[in-house]
């Protein structure tokens, strides 16, 4: 059995990576941290938990964790990941990071959105863990950075399109709607229930730091620079991620060609269900599961598509992919622990 640890257990992305390894197979979750709750059961923090996992809340402590692991997942804010991975990984250990500290390769991108990068050597062998792009480099990796959320549901309909040159890359605007679990657990006043029960609204507007990473891995794809326009919006409901996004393609093209070329693209692919013509995505599909629908439409008057993509922000936007990664990592079947059904209301 594979023995896992996940550093940060009780803050929503962590407490989703032990969920589902609660579940896998192949796994045996040996270590939990958290700061908060240190000292206290799992199931204590998390009532559904009880009779999945029995483990109590520990201090991170580098001896004790890496005596009793072979993967860890990092599942802490912005920053803390940076200062204790390059120890976990000369001990020898396979990290997933599902901050964003490992995300960015040029530590200037990760600097100018976030703060200075105290780990800078780690981000060329670190590679950026979007399971159904860069799956081959994932397989041989020591180090992955875990996807936003947003990137997730932005990349993963647009990289077959770019790298097929069907879009003009100066033409793209995704629009964003997610569910106030992507905010963390910490309590704050835009996601209090009274804030943000009955109400729509888009917020960072002139720059969300997820837009950066999103174009780092657009460009790579495009083979030259691209900038798109993003606008996040937080929606009234727990988890669930919706994208839609608009841009030009290079020449007329119908339905039928594009979405053959994606599903071929994506056949490999377990979790990417590309729908019909005429269906579009919906979160509710999706919940609790690893899965990215995606739909699109061609507005042919305008020479426009519009593509929508939907994922669960925790699982497939955070935890579940992680838990991807660590099957490739490993050598693991890609779907093991993951192949959940999905609820069907």
């Given at each position: 059995m594979i023995r896992a640890g996940v550093i940060g257990a009780t803050g929503y992305a962590g407490a989703e990576v032990v969920r589902i390894l609660a579940g896998h197979p192949r796994v045996t979750l040996t270590v939990l941290t958290s700061r908060q709750y240190a000292g206290a059961a799992f199931d204590q923090v998390y009532p559904a938990m009880s009779g999945w996992v029995d483990l109590v809340c520990e201090e991170f402590d580098y001896d004790s964790i890496c005596d009793r692991t072979d993967v860890i997942f990092t599942a802490l804010?912005?920053?803390?990941?940076?200062?204790?991975v390059p120890e976990l990984i000369r001990r020898g250990k396979k990290v997933i990071d599902l901050s964003a500290d490992f995300r960015f390769s040029a530590p200037d991108r990760y600097e100018a959105v976030y703060?200075?990068?105290?780990?800078?050597?780690?981000?060329?062998?670190?590679?950026?863990?979007?399971?159904?792009?860069?799956t081959q480099e994932i397989k041989r990796a020591n180090l992955i950075g875990n996807p936003g959320c947003y990137p997730t549901s932005v990349l993963l309909p647009l990289i077959p399109l770019i790298q097929h040159q069907l879009l003009e890359i100066d033409s793209i605007i995704a629009d964003s709607k997610s569910g106030v679990s992507g905010a963390g657990r910490s309590p704050a006043l835009t996601t209090h229930f009274c804030e943000a029960n009955e109400s729509f609204k888009p917020y960072k507007v002139d720059g969300h730091r997820h837009k950066p990473e999103m174009e780092e891995l657009l460009s790579a794809?495009?083979?030259?620079?691209?900038?798109?326009?993003?606008?996040?919006?937080?929606?009234?409901?727990?988890?669930?991620?919706?994208?839609?996004?608009?841009?030009?393609?290079?020449?007329?093209?119908?339905?039928?060609?594009i979405h053959n070329m994606v599903v071929d693209y994506y056949s490999d692919s377990p979790f990417i269900r590309i729908l019909e013509k005429g269906k579009y995505?919906?979160?509710r599909n999706v919940r609790g599961t690893n899965y990215c629908d995606?739909?699109?439409?061609?507005?042919k008057t305008q020479g426009r598509m519009i593509i929508m993509s939907v994922i669960d922000n925790l699982v497939k936007?955070?935890?579940?992919?992680?838990?991807?990664?660590?099957?490739?990592?490993?050598?693991?079947?890609?779907?093991?622990g993951l192949n959940i059904p999905p609820f069907p209301i």
């Open positions: 804010p912005h920053k803390l990941p940076m200062e204790i703060q200075p990068h105290a780990a800078k050597d780690l981000l060329e062998q670190a590679v950026y863990g979007l399971s159904e792009v860069n794809a495009a083979g030259q620079a691209v900038e798109i326009t993003f606008v996040p919006h937080l929606l009234p409901m727990t988890r669930g991620m919706e994208t839609t996004i608009y841009a030009r393609l290079t020449k007329p093209r119908g339905h039928t060609e995505p919906d979160t995606i739909g699109f439409a061609v507005d936007g955070a935890a579940g992919q992680a838990v991807q990664n660590m099957n490739l990592m490993l050598g693991l079947e890609e779907v093991t």
